[in-house]
């Protein structure tokens, strides 16, 4: 079983920026894809970014396309999502999932763990 627990939410003005960081446990967190969603109130659950078992394929929603970053660290079990000139239509519960897959997924069905969320919160 694989848990994931994500951290660095907050709250910050339109603007600003935030890091967020997800931790996996577990030996397999190397060979699948990792990817970061969110999810307003009312809203389906979305995906923001994307990046493959090895880092060389990442994936962007088009709405944070040059403001956000996804990285990750396999030595740490981590995955981050750097997140610049935050916009108020950005704040939701930002989920972190590992994938079934070892190359970049994009739906909520290609992941098979999910972390508890990190509420994200952009005074205008």
């Known amino acids: 079983q694989v848990q994931l627990v994500e951290s660095g939410g907050g709250l910050v003005q339109d603007g600003g920026s935030l890091r967020l960081s997800c931790v996996a446990s577990?030996?397999?967190?190397?060979?699948?894809?990792m990817g970061w969603f969110r999810q307003a109130p009312g809203e389906e659950r979305e995906i923001v970014a994307a990046?493959?078992?090895?880092?060389?394929?990442?994936y962007y929603a088009e709405s944070v396309k040059g403001r956000f970053t996804i990285s990750r660290d396999n030595a740490k079990n981590m995955v981050y999502l750097q997140m610049n000139n935050l916009k108020p239509e950005d704040m939701a519960v930002y989920y972190c999932?590992?994938?079934?897959?070892?190359?970049?997924?994009?739906?909520?069905?290609?992941?098979?763990?999910w972390g508890q969320g990190t509420q994200v919160t952009v005074s205008s």
């Open positions: 999932g590992m994938g079934k897959y070892s190359s970049t997924s994009k739906r909520p069905d290609e992941y098979r763990y």
């Open positions: 577990g030996r397999t967190f190397s060979i699948y894809a």
């Open positions: 990046i493959s078992w090895n880092s060389a394929s990442t």
